[in-house]
């Protein structure tokens, strides 16, 4: 059995997980989107809301390819290092729109779930690349940790930006 053989069933549930997420966060958009919005808030959108789904996107790509029948580690190796490294050129044009927008102030929190943690996933899927033909075992886990947590990072994000619509921007309106 092939390393990646070993990690089917794993990149099969967070898959499922990140395409079931992408089905969610496209209704919440929906349930908000007859909010009035002011228009500083279409350039936080791109800040704050089009990450969350790139990375569920990002788990739900990665998990399709390593499910795929590889004969070896070469080529699904390269395809996960590529896709780190577009995570981060992404994760570099999130903190300057994350700078840009004015229609919120992001703190701490927002920093290190929409920029600093996002980097390290991505970094981490860079680097195991790297090391995926010399540290197969290693390698894997360094791809699984760096799924989950984009996984947890969306999840998170998308939590807080429900909340935000529900308990600040309902609540000034009602």
């Given amino acids: 059995m092939t390393e990646l053989a070993r990690w089917t069933n794993f990149f099969v549930i967070v898959g499922s997980s990140a395409g079931a997420l992408i089905g ?78 004015t229609a919120y102030q992001p703190v701490f929190e927002d920093w290190l779930f929409h920029v600093l943690l996002p980097f390290a996933a991505y970094a981490m899927l860079a680097a195991s690349a790297c090391f995926a033909r010399s540290h197969a075992h290693q390698a894997m886990f360094g791809v699984g940790a760096a799924a989950l947590l984009l996984l947890f990072i969306g999840i998170h994000n998308a939590w807080d930006a429900a909340t935000y619509h529900v308990f600040v921007k309902k609540a000034k309106l009602d």
């Fill in 24 to 101: 969610l966060q496209f209704v919440v958009m929906a349930l908000v989107s007859d909010m009035p919005r002011t228009a500083g808030q279409a350039q936080a959108g791109h800040a704050f809301a089009t990450p969350t789904i790139v990375h569920f996107s990002t788990v739900l790509l990665l998990s399709s390819a390593l499910s795929a029948p590889w004969h070896g580690m070469g080529a699904p190796s390269f395809l996960w290092g590529l896709l780190g490294l577009c995570g981060l050129a992404y994760a570099l044009i999130v903190t300057r729109r994350l700078r840009l927008q």
